[in-house]
């Protein structure tokens, strides 16, 4: 499972099909699965920003 968090789903779609050596090398395949929840749990937020 990857997180990833500010970024748009067409730049997701791009680095999984085009970056990943996993799908490149047909080792995996991947699941986008967009959320947008309501309530978090206080230990899970928020996910750690990269560009910090």
């Known amino acids: 499972m990857i ?7 067409p ?3 791009q680095i ?3 970056e990943n050596p ?3 090398n047909s080792i995996a ?3 986008i699965t967009t959320i947008a929840p309501g ?3 206080p230990d899970l937020n928020p996910v750690p920003r990269t560009d910090r």
């Open 3 to 9: 997180l990833v968090r500010d970024v748009d789903r």
């Open 11 to 13: 730049t997701i779609e």
């Open 16 to 18: 999984a099909a085009q």
């Open 22 to 24: 996993f799908i490149l």
């Open 29 to 31: 395949e991947f699941t």
């Open 39 to 41: 309530r978090v749990d």
